[in-house]
């Protein structure tokens, strides 16, 4: 098939590769001049593990192409996917200009039927709307679908491929028909292509996020019970998860939840509801402990050294989760902050982050070259984000680069007893 993926960030460069894949000629569109010529020349601006060898690929084969001409993307497809950010706004709701822009000017362009397909996450009724802006605009026949994106950043290439589900709100089955044709060949699996209309898709896809922003902050704050009771979290999360009802996944504490979505979404959730006067309790709460749960491990650092001011603090790990370079609401960047503000030293590393860490944070903290390098001199030792280079390092080389041997580990990534055997004091999440 034919297809134009408008907005060509995580979520549209990983579609637009992975539909190319399958066989599709697909054309990514970009405001962003700079990016779309970085990607023309087989550069990828982002880090997505497998994504730019699948770009070289279908590029070579010239299944993929980009361009900042969205007039001729949609001329050539019969598919467009809109795919562009659809940030906080002032109130907390999603700003969708981004969105309402794109289906006026693709509107202007049609030269036949298409087939507009929603991917930005986006309150319901976003898709009525943009059925009205484009009939406003055009004598062309055309179909809106709400098509929501679970991919996770980091697997974002092996979701896309293999999704565990395939969401589609169309209203109309010429539509739903060819949505089904295009998505057949990622759904072999037995993944099953869950039609229905468009509110309940837009919402489908606020109502995960939100669910998993549930669960997180909901074991963060037994995670807490845990220290203040005595119990080991990692016990409690053993029972609750073999629970067949519970499930394993999501049920590790932390330092909170980060990135560009569950943020957003938690927020824009909570405001369309109350727009909608429904004021939906749980995730008020659910926000209210992320915000806290983020300043945790500076309490624990306060609460060993008194205080903190003038102290050296090394920290592994800065992006808001492993295998990316993504440092969108990060939890390390109110954690620095705080411990900046009362008076520690930083330095920092990330094995992919570094260079957006630098754009964040400038000149208020030192930025090293590996792991090591950011222990020297350092007084304590903050894990904020769980990479795998961080799990089995030289624990005798760390004890002898730090001036105290004290780790303070956000993600429970060492066993308790070993860390102190190496000589370790050792702060973690909800264990003795
Ligand atoms: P992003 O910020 O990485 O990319 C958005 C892209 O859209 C940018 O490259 C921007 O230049 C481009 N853009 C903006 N306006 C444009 C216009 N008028 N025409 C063409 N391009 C335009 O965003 P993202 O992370 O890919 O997210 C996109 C949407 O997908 C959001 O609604 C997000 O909530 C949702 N989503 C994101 C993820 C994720 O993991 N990042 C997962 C699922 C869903």
């Known amino acids: 098939m034919k297809i134009a993926v408008v907005g060509t960030g995580y979520v549209g460069l990983v579609a637009g590769a992975c539909l190319a894949e399958n066989g599709n000629d697909v054309i990514c569109v970009d405001t962003d001049a700079a990016k779309v010529r970085l990607l023309q020349r087989g550069r990828i601006p982002i880090y997505e593990p497998g994504l730019e060898e699948l770009v070289r690929r279908n590029r070579a084969e010239k299944r993929l192409n980009f361009t900042t001409a969205?007039?001729?993307?949609?001329?050539?497809?019969?598919?467009?996917?809109?795919?562009?950010?659809?940030?906080?706004?002032?109130?907390?709701?999603?700003?969708?200009?981004?969105?309402?822009?794109?289906?006026?000017?693709?509107a202007r362009a049609m030269n036949g039927y298409k087939v507009v397909v929603n991917k930005s996450t986006v309150p319901v009724g976003t898709a009525a709307r943009v059925r009205d802006i484009i009939r406003r605009e055009t004598t062309h026949p055309f179909s809106v679908v709400s098509n929501p994106e679970f991919l996770?950043?980091?697997?974002?290439?092996?979701?896309?491929?293999?999704?565990?589900?395939?969401?589609?709100?169309?209203?109309?089955?010429?539509?739903?028909?060819?949505?089904?044709?295009?998505y057949a060949p990622f759904t072999r699996t037995g993944a099953p292509i869950m039609l229905m209309d468009c509110a309940s898709a837009e919402l489908s896809k606020y109502a995960a996020n939100a669910m998993l922003a549930t669960r997180i902050s909901f074991m963060n704050e037994v995670s807490n019970v845990c220290e203040a009771v005595g119990a080991d979290v990692d016990q409690v999360r053993r029972a609750v998860a073999s629970d067949r009802r519970i499930g394993p996944s999501f049920l590790f504490p932390g330092v909170g939840y980060g990135g560009s979505c569950f943020p957003k979404d938690v927020k824009a959730m909570l405001r369309f509801a109350s727009a909608n006067d429904y004021e939906f309790h749980i995730l008020r709460a659910v926000e209210c402990v992320n915000e806290r749960q983020k300043l945790r491990l500076v309490t624990k650092l306060q609460s060993h050294f008194g205080s903190i001011k003038g102290k050296r603090v090394a920290i592994w790990g800065l992006a808001f989760k492993p295998r990316t370079d993504d440092m969108r609401e990060a939890p390390s960047v109110p954690l620095i902050g705080a411990l900046l503000h009362a008076?520690?030293?930083?330095?920092?590393?990330?094995?992919?982050?570094?260079?957006?860490?630098?754009?964040?944070?400038?000149?208020?903290?030192?930025?090293?070259?590996?792991?090591?390098?950011?222990?020297?001199?350092?007084?304590?030792?903050v894990i904020v984000t769980e990479w795998n280079e961080f799990r089995e390092p030289d624990f005798a080389r760390m004890r002898k680069l730090m001036r105290n041997p004290v780790i303070f580990d956000g993600r429970n990534i060492y066993n308790p007893e070993q860390i102190r055997a190496q000589g370790f004091t050792y702060f973690s999440m909800g264990r003795p």
């Open 152 to 182: 996770k950043q980091g697997a974002a290439i092996d979701d896309f491929m293999k999704p565990d589900r395939v969401v589609i709100g169309a209203e109309d089955a010429r539509a739903a028909e060819l949505m089904k044709e295009l």
């Open 70 to 106: 969205l007039e001729s993307g949609v001329r050539k497809s019969q598919i467009i996917f809109v795919a562009v950010g659809t940030p906080t706004g002032e109130d907390g709701s999603a700003d969708l200009k981004h969105v309402l822009d794109v289906a006026r000017d693709l």
């Open 343 to 381: 008076g520690a030293t930083v330095h920092a590393y990330d094995p992919e982050a570094m260079k957006v860490a630098r754009g964040i944070f400038d000149s208020k903290i030192s930025y090293a070259d590996n792991g090591y390098a950011a222990l020297t001199g350092a007084d304590a030792l």
